[in-house]
Nanobody, 126 residues
Protein backbone atom coordinates (compact mmCIF):
# COMPACT_ATOMS: atom_id res chain seq x y z
CA UNK A 1 0.00 0.00 0.00
CA UNK A 2 1.42 3.36 -1.06
CA UNK A 3 1.44 6.00 1.63
CA UNK A 4 2.42 9.68 1.32
CA UNK A 5 2.64 11.93 4.36
CA UNK A 6 3.16 15.68 4.14
CA UNK A 7 4.56 17.75 6.98
CA UNK A 8 5.98 21.18 7.62
CA UNK A 9 2.93 23.34 7.14
CA UNK A 10 1.95 26.08 9.54
CA UNK A 11 1.09 29.71 10.09
CA UNK A 12 3.67 32.31 9.04
CA UNK A 13 3.74 35.99 8.20
CA UNK A 14 4.20 37.34 4.72
CA UNK A 15 7.85 37.28 3.66
CA UNK A 16 8.75 34.32 5.83
CA UNK A 17 9.69 30.80 4.77
CA UNK A 18 8.51 27.24 5.24
CA UNK A 19 9.84 23.87 4.14
CA UNK A 20 7.37 21.14 3.34
CA UNK A 21 8.30 17.47 3.29
CA UNK A 22 6.58 14.49 1.72
CA UNK A 23 7.60 11.07 2.98
CA UNK A 24 6.75 8.12 0.76
CA UNK A 25 6.42 4.50 1.76
CA UNK A 26 5.05 1.29 0.34
CA UNK A 27 7.22 1.12 -2.76
CA UNK A 28 10.19 2.84 -4.29
CA UNK A 29 9.51 6.01 -6.29
CA UNK A 30 13.03 6.80 -7.39
CA UNK A 31 12.05 6.28 -11.05
CA UNK A 32 8.77 8.23 -10.80
CA UNK A 33 7.96 11.92 -11.07
CA UNK A 34 6.75 13.72 -7.97
CA UNK A 35 4.86 16.97 -7.57
CA UNK A 36 3.27 19.48 -5.23
CA UNK A 37 -0.22 20.85 -5.73
CA UNK A 38 -2.25 23.22 -3.59
CA UNK A 39 -5.89 24.02 -3.02
CA UNK A 40 -7.18 27.24 -1.53
CA UNK A 41 -10.68 27.41 -0.01
CA UNK A 42 -13.33 27.45 -2.71
CA UNK A 43 -10.83 26.97 -5.50
CA UNK A 44 -9.63 24.11 -7.66
CA UNK A 45 -6.45 22.20 -6.92
CA UNK A 46 -3.54 23.93 -8.69
CA UNK A 47 -0.14 22.77 -9.78
CA UNK A 48 2.79 24.20 -7.81
CA UNK A 49 5.95 22.33 -8.81
CA UNK A 50 7.18 18.98 -10.05
CA UNK A 51 10.46 17.10 -10.14
CA UNK A 52 11.40 14.27 -12.43
CA UNK A 53 12.81 10.97 -11.28
CA UNK A 54 16.39 11.42 -10.10
CA UNK A 55 15.75 15.20 -10.13
CA UNK A 56 16.99 15.74 -13.68
CA UNK A 57 14.19 18.22 -14.38
CA UNK A 58 11.99 20.61 -12.39
CA UNK A 59 9.03 22.76 -13.43
CA UNK A 60 7.13 25.45 -11.53
CA UNK A 61 3.91 27.38 -11.70
CA UNK A 62 4.56 30.98 -12.73
CA UNK A 63 3.12 32.20 -9.44
CA UNK A 64 5.86 30.50 -7.40
CA UNK A 65 8.82 30.62 -9.78
CA UNK A 66 11.83 32.19 -8.13
CA UNK A 67 10.36 31.79 -4.63
CA UNK A 68 9.80 28.02 -4.29
CA UNK A 69 12.29 25.20 -4.83
CA UNK A 70 11.34 21.56 -5.22
CA UNK A 71 13.81 18.79 -4.48
CA UNK A 72 13.90 15.12 -3.63
CA UNK A 73 16.13 12.70 -1.77
CA UNK A 74 15.53 9.25 -3.19
CA UNK A 75 17.68 7.62 -0.52
CA UNK A 76 15.25 8.97 2.09
CA UNK A 77 12.11 8.46 -0.03
CA UNK A 78 11.32 12.12 0.61
CA UNK A 79 10.42 15.15 -1.48
CA UNK A 80 10.70 18.75 -0.31
CA UNK A 81 9.27 22.15 -1.15
CA UNK A 82 11.26 25.10 0.12
CA UNK A 83 8.95 28.12 0.13
CA UNK A 84 10.52 31.56 0.52
CA UNK A 85 9.04 35.06 0.43
CA UNK A 86 5.62 33.66 1.19
CA UNK A 87 2.56 35.73 0.29
CA UNK A 88 -1.00 35.62 1.63
CA UNK A 89 -2.11 34.22 -1.73
CA UNK A 90 0.06 31.15 -1.05
CA UNK A 91 -2.40 30.16 1.68
CA UNK A 92 -3.75 26.71 0.83
CA UNK A 93 -3.63 23.04 1.65
CA UNK A 94 -0.54 21.63 -0.02
CA UNK A 95 -0.59 18.08 -1.39
CA UNK A 96 2.22 15.89 -2.59
CA UNK A 97 1.66 13.49 -5.46
CA UNK A 98 3.58 10.69 -7.12
CA UNK A 99 3.20 9.11 -10.54
CA UNK A 100 2.82 5.38 -10.86
CA UNK A 101 4.50 5.10 -14.25
CA UNK A 102 8.27 5.36 -14.41
CA UNK A 103 10.61 7.41 -16.59
CA UNK A 104 7.92 9.71 -18.01
CA UNK A 105 8.11 13.42 -18.84
CA UNK A 106 7.44 15.59 -15.80
CA UNK A 107 3.93 17.03 -15.94
CA UNK A 108 1.80 19.88 -14.54
CA UNK A 109 -1.40 17.87 -14.87
CA UNK A 110 -2.94 16.31 -11.78
CA UNK A 111 -4.09 13.39 -13.94
CA UNK A 112 -0.44 12.39 -14.39
CA UNK A 113 -0.14 11.54 -10.71
CA UNK A 114 -1.66 8.48 -9.11
CA UNK A 115 -0.89 8.67 -5.41
CA UNK A 116 -1.73 11.62 -3.17
CA UNK A 117 -1.06 12.62 0.40
CA UNK A 118 -3.63 13.98 2.84
CA UNK A 119 -2.30 17.52 2.65
CA UNK A 120 -0.74 20.02 5.00
CA UNK A 121 -2.15 23.49 5.71
CA UNK A 122 -0.06 26.55 4.93
CA UNK A 123 -1.43 29.88 6.12
CA UNK A 124 0.33 33.16 5.36
CA UNK A 125 -0.88 36.24 7.20
CA UNK A 126 -0.39 39.75 5.87
Amino acid sequence: QVHLVESGGGLVQAGESLRLSCAASGRTFSNSNMAWFRQAPGKARDFVAAVSCHAYSTIYADSVKGRFTISRDNAKYTMYLQMNSLKPEDTAVYYCAVADRQFTTVSRSSSSYDYWGQGTQVTVSS
